[in-house]
């Protein structure tokens, strides 16, 4: 499978646990992003990796988050002391180059319900 | 700031019918790319098209076509002949080449129910 990957598909957690998602973007992509998506909602962004570096962070992503992509492949976005508001769906998403022309690939999301 | 606004919450019609879902967008920038993408019940979104802001020319692509006008900011999406593997939300969405190159913004998206 060439696409992007993401586990766990689905996370059910308490308030206040902590959860970790990780994607597994298409292999030759340098870039990579992770959205959240609620109900009735496109898209929303939070953060974006070119290879290793993280170079840009949406103020939706609070100091409970946290998003790494060592060596530059995949990449985990966790979140610190869920509360119910976390509750969406996780998506991320890659691409090749620089810009913004390209399009975006995304994987079938981890959706997350915080009880 | 970018926006994309698709007004059009839900659409239902019968299969054969066609069918327009409407994008509006907003930007500051003088290239910019458009995009629409299919998120069917499985959840992954899946890229339709891409449309550069210097080029005005519609497209097709089967029973589906674009028609986008700068003049009033609009990137239109048409189902000719929908049928039931159709149905799924359909975003808008849209990225700016230089003030925010790093953010594609996605409209909320409309619901398109085909029924057969």
């Known amino acids: 499978d060439t696409g992007v990957s993401q586990d766990p598909r689905h996370k059910i957690t308490k308030r206040g646990q902590n959860v970790t998602f990780r994607c597994d973007p298409i292999s030759e992509h340098n870039r990579l992003y992770w959205y959240r998506q609620t109900l009735g909602q496109g898209p929303e962004f939070l953060t974006y990796f070119q290879n290793e570096a993280q170079l840009e962070k949406s103020r939706l992503l609070s100091d409970r988050f946290s998003a790494e992509r060592p060596k530059g492949s995949f990449s985990t976005l966790e979140i610190q002391r869920t509360e119910q508001g976390d509750s969406a769906m996780y998506l991320c998403?890659?691409?090749?180059?620089?810009?913004?022309?390209?399009?975006?690939?995304f994987g079938e999301g981890s959706r997350l319900t915080v009880l | 700031a970018q926006k994309v606004t698709q007004a059009q919450t839900e659409i239902s019609v019968v299969e054969k019918e066609d069918v327009t879902l409407d994008c509006v967008y907003e930007?500051?920038?003088?290239?910019?790319?458009l995009f629409w993408y299919k998120q069917p019940p499985s959840g992954e979104l899946v890229f339709l098209i891409r449309?550069?802001?210097?080029?005005?020319q519609n497209e097709i692509s089967g029973r589906y076509s674009w028609n986008f006008q700068k003049s009033t900011s609009s990137f239109n999406f048409t189902i000719t002949a929908s049928q039931v593997v159709d149905s799924a939300v359909y975003f808008c969405?849209?990225?700016?080449?230089?003030?925010?190159?790093?953010?594609?913004?996605f409209g909320a998206g409309t619901r398109l129910t085909v029924k057969p």
């Open positions: 998403a890659s691409r090749m180059g620089s810009g913004s022309v390209g399009e975006l690939f």
């Open positions: 930007t500051r920038d003088t290239t910019y790319y």
């Open positions: 969405a849209l990225s700016e080449a230089y003030y925010n190159n790093n953010d594609m913004r």
């Open positions: 449309r550069n802001s210097f080029d005005e």
